[in-house]
């Protein structure tokens, strides 16, 4: 009888310990697995999977199986860091800014836009390995449906140079890209670097406004301090006037002329071209005496099918340019063509002969 307890307890213990042994394996890979820790994340490896787990910008920890083949980008940001990391083969599905540019780097994007907003099943029935979307978006039901699938779903934040830092990494890690992703990073701050130590001579910031009309607001709208485009302003030594703002907000021409901004800078999404915007502002007798227009340094921000001062890719150039809009004596040697030329080159192995660019290049 003794022996036979001493069985079945020898039986359970086995049963207990593979059980244990399961649940580690299912959350960490198996003890003959390689396993490496890394800055955004640990890949791990088994005799038939690979993934890595990463933090994405919500703080949720997120697995992906790899080789990432298959990319849904439902964030038109996010879709531009893709193409720059080379990943034009693994895109199925995509919102973007700055399509006709795009079209250079990937003659095949047609066929990879979304319209509208597309419902779980369309998403679904791509097959993708990987879903992004911008953090603003978490709150959307069907991002959450997607996961219930087993799809998992990235959130990405680009509203300062740090957050994209980490969001070029994060997604160099993902995409076996790390050494070109590294590349990036300190291409941008080698040029940021370069930027502000030259800052570092000026005496003054001028008051700067970033302005948009929009279609659908019929209004003008600026961005907050908690947002890319004025922060971009203050790092490029300008005072950005709308910085106790949050988000996007309308504003109209009692408030540009309460804060009379030395320069503005229009740029365009939606609406009219920002080259009308521009002239409706130099010709809009309520704002004749506001210091931008009464001194005519209202600009438009250079746009290559993106504007160069929003969060992608090209935002490097917006913040050279934007130096040498808010500083010209200092930057007057700064070519931003010759620099532009070298970027796309080097980043996207575009020419710029082929980039149809409008706006204020030379500021």
């Known amino acids: 009888m003794r022996s036979w307890i001493v069985f079945v307890i020898a039986i359970l213990a086995i049963v207990v310990g593979a059980s244990l042994y399961y649940a580690y394996v299912t959350s960490h890979g198996t003890t003959s697995a390689h396993s490496s820790t890394t800055t955004s994340g640990h890949i791990l490896r088994t005799s038939t999977l690979s993934y890595i787990v990463v933090k994405d910008a919500m703080g949720r920890t997120v697995k992906i199986h790899i080789p990432v083949k298959r990319i849904v980008s439902l964030y038109r940001f996010a879709t531009s860091f893709l193409y720059m990391l080379g990943a034009k083969e693994k895109i199925v599905a995509e919102y973007v800014f700055g399509e006709n540019f795009y079209k250079l780097v990937d003659p095949k994007i047609g066929e990879k836009l979304l319209h509208g907003r597309p419902s779980v099943e369309t998403i679904a029935k791509l097959h993708p390995d990987l879903v992004i979307a911008a953090t603003w978006m978490a709150s959307r039901g069907y991002l959450k449906q997607l996961e219930s699938l087993g799809i998992p779903v990235l959130f990405i934040k680009v509203e300062s140079v740090k957050d994209i830092e980490n969001t070029v990494l994060m997604l160099g890690k993902i995409l076996n890209k790390e050494s070109l992703a590294k590349k ?67 504003i ?32 809009d007798k309520a704002l004749r005496f506001v210091n931008a227009v009464k001194n005519g340094r209202v600009y438009v921000v250079p746009n290559d099918g993106e504007n160069w001062i929003d969060p992608n890719p090209k ?15 200092l930057f007057q040697n700064l070519n931003i063509t010759k620099f532009a030329a070298s970027f796309y080159r080097e980043f996207f192995n575009v020419s710029i002969g082929t980039v149809k660019i409008v706006g204020d290049v030379s500021g």
């Open 184 to 250: 990036i990073v300190d291409y941008y701050n080698s040029a940021l670097d370069n930027v502000s130590a030259k800052l570092k001579q000026i005496r003054s910031k001028p008051r700067v406004l970033v302005i948009y009309y929009s279609a659908k607001h019929h209004s003008f709208r600026t961005f907050g301090g908690d947002m890319f485009q004025c922060r971009l302003v203050e790092l490029a030594g300008g005072v950005c006037v709308s910085h106790s703002l949050t988000g996007k907000k309308s």
């Open 252 to 283: 109209n021409d009692e408030q540009i002329i309460k804060w009379n901004p030395d320069v503005i800078v229009v740029i365009r999404y939606f609406g009219p071209p920002a080259e009308q915007i521009k002239e409706l502002i130099l010709h």
């Open 315 to 329: 935002w490097i150039l917006g913040y050279l340019w934007l130096a040498k809009v808010l500083h010209p004596k």
